[in-house]
Nanobody, 118 residues
C-alpha cells in the first residue's frame, strides 16, 4: 500500500491544522493506521492510531485532548485534526499502515512538515 500525506504548513501557536493521508489500496479497511512525527534532532514518535472501523483510537499523552485521528474507509483516507498547536508540535508528520499493529507499521508515507511558531 502506498500512502500520501498532505496538509502540513506553518501555523501560529494555538492554531489548528488538519493532515490527510490518502492510501492507494483496494483493501483500506483491512489496515490499521497511525500518525507519527519526528522533530529535528529527535527520534520518530507515535502520535495517534486508529483501528479498522475507526471505533478504537489511541493517542500519545502529549497530544491527548488536542489531536483527533479519524478515517474514511470510502475515501481511503486517514486524517489527523490538530488543535491548540504548540511549538513543541513542530515536526515532520508521517502516516503509516499495518494489517494489525499501528505501533509498528510496515508501510509509511513520505511525511509532511508542520511548523508551529510561538
Amino acid at each position: 500500500v502506498q500512502l500520501q500525506a498532505s496538509g502540513g504548513g506553518l501555523v501560529q501557536a494555538g492554531g489548528s491544522l488538519r493532515l490527510s493521508c490518502a492510501a492507494s489500496t483496494r483493501s483500506f479497511s483491512l489496515y490499521v493506521l497511525g500518525w507519527f512525527r519526528q522533530a529535528p534532532g529527535k527520534e520518530r514518535e507515535f502520535v495517534a492510531g486508529i483501528r479498522w472501523t475507526g471505533g478504537s483510537t489511541n493517542y500519545a499523552d502529549s497530544v491527548k485532548g488536542r489531536f483527533t485521528i479519524s478515517r474514511d474507509n470510502a475515501q481511503n483516507t486517514v486524517y489527523l485534526q490538530m488543535n491548540s498547536l504548540k511549538p513543541d508540535d513542530t515536526a515532520v508528520y508521517y502516516c503509516a499502515a499495518d494489517r494489525s499493529n499501528y505501533y509498528t507499521p510496515n508501510y509509511w508515507g513520505q511525511g509532511t512538515l508542520v511548523t508551529v511558531s510561538s
